[in-house]
């Protein structure tokens, strides 16, 4: 079992920044996928951006993509999303979330099946 609790939601000006952190419980964290997700009002939850369990492997949402940034550290169990260039359509619940292939990477990232999921963090941003 896998616990996530993410942090760093908020309220930013169109042009901004904001860093989410996820904090995940558990042992053997290097050995999941780590991803977010976001879910605006009205709309499906979408995928954002994931690492591998090592790393050295990333994929992100075209929507996302030069804006975002996923980073992870292993040893402190803990994945962030940097998250600049803030846009009104980035407003949205985001999840962190774990999948436990690891070993996944580049398109495989994006339709990994994720098996955890943290409750969730709200970012708006203000036009």
């Known amino acids: 079992q896998v616990q996530l609790v993410e942090s760093g939601g908020g309220l930013v000006q169109a042009g901004g920044s904001l860093r989410l952190s996820c904090a995940a419980s558990?042992?053997?964290?290097?050995?999941?996928?780590m991803g977010w997700f976001r879910q605006a009002p009205g709309k499906e939850r979408e995928f954002v951006a994931a690492?591998?369990?090592?790393?050295?492997?990333?994929y992100y949402a075209d929507s996302v993509k030069g804006r975002y940034t996923i980073y992870r550290d292993n040893a402190k169990n803990t994945v962030l999303l940097q998250m600049n260039t803030l846009k009104p359509e980035d407003t949205a619940v985001y999840y962190c979330?774990?999948?436990?292939?690891?070993?996944?990477?580049?398109?495989?990232?994006?339709?990994?099946?994720?098996?955890?999921w943290g409750q969730g963090t709200q970012v708006t941003v203000s036009s």
């Open positions: 690492m591998s369990g090592s790393g050295g492997s990333t």
């Open positions: 979330t774990a999948g436990s292939r690891g070993y996944a990477v580049g398109y495989g990232l994006r339709n990994l099946r994720y098996d955890y």
């Open positions: 558990g042992r053997t964290f290097s050995s999941y996928a």
